[in-house]
């Protein structure tokens, strides 16, 4: 089945295409009925044909909205037919929007506690541990993650060891598992067992292979020396120990004992020991990905020059080499503006194809960190986003509005706000508020950082989350008196 309803001039059509191999039922009767947010409704009902070549259905506001769908359909090869029912959701924009079947359900926007404790039930009753995802849909590495593990195909076969539940961080029905887990940052993952007990967390999201090597240790009993651990896994967590400045010599002497060809050994070395061995061989033989950690992260300044060159000669960064005492200085502008544009390259070339929208934000941030406004708003405005998704409001207000394009920001703020939920939508009301206050319109910015305050509401004292965090961003962008919660 596809359905698609556009909208011109305040009024919306409907069309029906039956599904391949089918064709609509002629005489048989239809129906739609679709409900917005602020109960508007509309409800047509005619035959089945008159659809397929489009109804009006009247005046559609903006916003969300649900429904069904209700037609007949019959086969092309043999000729039976049949009705079909389809429960929809969708959400009017501007121009053509796509009827998404309800079953094909999210968990944005969901009864976040409830999902998890009923996930946890299942697991207990199964005798297997839960994986909670603690994500976000706006978050380019819970996306990441989604794409690459969670939802890849094929289903990688550790994930046939634990049940999976995603919390959807944004929406104050995640407030208390949360806290409960004391999570803060995105993408979060814990594994529990029936009871609820933590086993292990890791937070971010570095690549599928770390991720299968964290969760079979994690399944496993993770290992808490580097004597129990697997060369693969201590190079793994050697890494993880010299990104955090933390002591990784033993778990480097571990991982010596597997194969020097592995690129997370050779970082690891290169990060906790300054190795110009280890450098040289990542430039000549690593993805360019640990090229740019390399350039960023060395604490020996002299040493990233190689890594450095090849930055330059793999994206072409105009210039000459660069002078080590001017290039290697960690965050000075020029090596900072070379790892910006690194990273924006092998971003881009990530984002290619299936899973793409898991760069497409920091792809957008990187270009605009780099001056490339337009080209950084170009690059969410040619994406197919989901319609009921904010993530590119959320992004381009954000660029727009430090561009200081106000009338830009508040344009694409108030697009995000037609439907967006919680968290986000607290942000996307600080963003319009600012270009609000920046256009002179204070109070504007005021009466509606009013309204979202009251539409999303405080979490309880005792629970710690950042919802708090984004309403006094919002009471501040605002003006509103600091004592308003």
Not at 24 to 38: F, G, I, M, N, R
Not at 367 to 373: F, Q, Y
Request: glycine share 8%; hydrophobic share 45%.
């Amino acid at each position: 089945m596809g359905a698609t309803l556009t909208v011109g001039a305040g009024l919306a059509h409907l069309s029906l295409v039956a599904a391949e191999g089918h064709h609509l039922a002629p005489d048989a009767p239809a129906a739609v009925q679709l409900t917005w947010s602020d109960a508007t409704s509309v409800s047509v009902q005619a035959l089945s044909a008159r659809f397929g070549v489009g109804w009006p259905l009247g005046p559609a506001p903006f916003g969300p909205f649900s429904g069904s769908l209700r037609y007949g359909e019959c086969s092309d090869a043999d000729g039976s037919c049949r009705i079909v029912t389809v429960d929809v959701r969708g959400v009017v924009a501007d121009g053509l929007v796509a009827l998404l079947p309800a079953e094909a359900a999210t968990p944005w926007r969901a009864d976040a506690d409830g999902a998890f404790r009923s996930a946890l039930d299942a697991a207990r009753a199964a005798g297997r541990p839960l994986l909670i995802d603690f994500s976000a849909i706006w978050c380019p590495p819970c996306n990441r993650l989604a794409h690459e593990v969670l939802e890849a195909t094929p289903r990688p076969p550790i994930l046939d060891r634990v049940d999976v539940v995603v919390v959807d961080v944004d929406d104050p029905s995640s407030w208390t598992v949360k806290d409960a887990y004391n999570v803060g940052s995105y993408p979060t993952v814990v594994v529990v067992d029936g009871s609820g007990a933590e086993r292990g967390r890791t937070v971010g999201f570095d690549g599928r292979e770390e991720f299968e090597v964290w969760l079979t240790g994690v399944l496993d009993g993770a290992v808490s020396t580097p004597a129990e651990a697997t060369p693969l896994a201590a190079a793994e967590e050697a890494l993880r120990r010299a990104r955090d400045g933390r002591e990784a010599g033993p778990w480097l002497r571990r991982a010596e004992s597997g194969h020097e060809g592995e690129p997370a050994l050779r970082l690891a070395r290169a990060l906790a020991e300054a190795s110009p061995d280890d450098a040289q061989w990542l430039v000549k033989n690593a993805p360019a990905a640990y090229w740019a950690e390399l350039a960023h992260r060395w604490p020996d300044r002299a040493a990233r020059a190689p890594a450095v060159k090849a930055l330059r000669d793999a994206y072409g960064v105009a210039g000459d080499s660069l002078a080590v005492a001017e290039a290697l200085e960690v965050l000075h502008p020029a090596e900072r503006a070379l790892w910006q544009r690194a990273q924006l390259a092998i971003l881009r070339e990530r984002g290619v194809g299936e899973g793409g929208h898991a760069y497409w934000t920091a792809i957008a941030s990187l270009a605009a960190d780099i001056g490339d406004v337009s080209g950084a708003l170009a690059e969410l405005d040619a994406r197919p986003w989901a319609a009921d998704d904010p993530t590119p409001a959320l992004t381009g207000s954000t660029v727009a509005l430090m561009a200081e394009r106000n009338d830009e920001a508040l344009a694409r703020a108030q697009r995000g706000l037609e439907f967006a939920w919680g968290d986000q939508r607290l942000r996307l009301a600080t963003t319009a508020a600012r270009a609000l206050t920046a256009l002179g319109r204070a109070d504007e910015a005021q009466a509606l950082a009013q309204r979202v305050l009251a539409e999303v509401p405080a979490p309880p004292a005792d629970v710690m989350v950042r919802t708090d965090r984004y309403r006094r961003a919002l009471i501040e962008a605002s003006g509103l008196p600091p004592e308003t919660r």
